[in-house]
């Protein structure tokens, strides 16, 4: 049994630090977890000039040869973000026989397949706790937790930025330019923030946890995606007064129809779990045979709430290597199913209109919505603006090919001045 486990950490930004910070501070608590010391031996930094303060014996460098060719270094922690060169280090570590730990939604969620063979072949860890929702618990329970039951949906709210902004939003009726402001500032929002609000953050992450829960690879690739540039401050008054909040929501199902994964803004009820989670935090819903509904709520991303996830995964690799053993969760993604198309997913609508305030305008709409199979669950008035008047309509469960056949035929209405707003809704 080793005695001390060396460790060779590749990033020293945010989570690096953090990282460092936890394995100094609770060093002794972890050695007992182990049975074995955990030292970081060497750090991997682009400009050793701007290393924060670590532990004074570990050695930096420029050079991942001296991690990977290193023969003491045990466990490569990777925080480096982006995909290069973090992925070819992974599979560099891997292959020299390094167990590896990372934070990294962008590898995982377009390379796991590759890495986890990379892993298999040499018989190591690949573990990636950290790379969906922060310090919140996600990849271990659905790997482990919940592995006798099937899972049948998992739907969340995975991007801290977004649920900010939406957040502030609600709360104080600001508008999106206004409040993507306030979140550049606070350092919520990264200059460009496209990768947020665009929803391509919450497409990686939600590709991850459906690979796990599914049993079946799934890529961002194969990811609907949709932002929220286009919520405004009515969108969010008119959902409320419905009894809805508006958030960005990360959804797969195991429909009928193949794997769905979709990342979207979502009209969902007020007493839902997910309505209640506010500010920068994450909460992930998941539905399950046997388990029934089970959330998993706290802080999606940070210094040490990311680490914290991060070091975990490291005492329960350093577990392995004391007690001999290694590989004991690898690749659980077996099947290659199919993938529901978008235009065959079923949801309620909420859409916002501006039509022509005449006699006949509402029936010619409701004419034009119940020609493509789309049914009007509700038709409400909210204000006239100058010669026309504001309709918002909430349907009933539909095909997403039906609502976009609706939408086209409503764009070529005489009657119908503006299209605003199409917004899914989850009623339960």
Not at 1 to 20: A, D
Not at 91 to 118: C, I, P, Q
Request: glycine share 8%.
């Amino acid at each position: 049994m080793k005695k001390v486990i060396n460790v060779g950490l590749l990033g020293m930004g945010t989570v690096g630090t953090g990282v460092v910070k936890l394995l100094t501070a609770n060093s002794h608590n972890y050695e007992q977890k182990v049975g074995a010391e955990i030292k970081i031996k060497t750090v991997l930094v682009r400009n050793p000039d701007k290393v924060r303060a670590i532990a004074s014996e570990a050695k930096i460098t420029t050079d991942i040869q001296d991690i990977i060719g290193d023969p003491d270094i045990d466990i490569v922690i990777e925080v480096m973000g982006g995909e290069s060169p973090a992925k070819d280090y992974q599979l560099a570590a891997l292959k020299a026989g390094k167990h590896v730990v990372t934070a990294n939604k962008d590898v995982m969620s377009k390379y796991g397949r590759e890495l986890f063979a990379a892993a298999e072949e040499s018989s190591v860890d690949l573990m990636f706790e950290a790379s969906v929702g922060g310090g919140i618990p996600i990849i271990r329970p659905l790997k482990q937790c919940l592995a006798a039951n099937n899972i049948t949906e998992v739907m969340g709210i995975i991007n801290g930025t977004t649920n900010f902004m939406l957040t502030k939003m609600t709360l104080e009726g600001v508008d999106y330019n206004s409040v993507l402001a306030e979140a550049q500032r606070l350092g919520y929002a990264e200059a460009d923030p496209t990768a947020d609000v665009a929803g391509f953050d919450a497409a990686r992450k939600i590709a991850i946890l459906a690979s796990i829960a599914f049993g079946s690879r799934v890529t961002v690739d194969n990811v609907h995606v949709e932002g929220i540039t286009g919520i405004t401050p009515e969108d969010i008054c008119y959902a409320g007064e419905l009894g809805y909040i508006i958030k960005l929501l990360a959804i797969a199902k195991d429909s009928e129809n193949g794997i769905d994964v979709r990342v979207h803004p979502t009209l969902i009820p007020i007493d839902h779990p997910l309505a209640s989670v506010n500010n920068e935090f994450n909460a992930i819903f998941v539905r399950g045979d046997a388990v029934g509904e089970t959330m998993f709520y706290g802080r999606g991303a940070g210094e040490l709430p990311t680490a914290s996830a991060v070091v975990a995964d490291v005492i329960d690799v350093a577990r392995d290597i004391h007690h001999g053993v290694s590989s004991r969760i690898l690749c659980t993604c077996f099947e290659n199913r199919p993938f529901c198309p978008i235009e065959n997913t079923q949801n309620s609508y909420y859409i916002r209109i501006l039509v022509d305030d005449q006699p006949g305008a509402l029936a010619a709409i409701a004419g034009a919505f119940g020609l493509q199979g789309v049914s009007l669950h509700s038709v409400i008035q909210k204000s006239q603006i100058g010669r026309f008047a504001e309709l918002v309509l909430i349907t009933y469960d539909v095909n997403h090919l039906n609502i976009e056949h609706a939408i086209d035929t409503l764009k070529g209405m005489t009657v119908v001045n503006q299209i605003n707003s199409v917004i899914r809704v989850v009623k339960e």
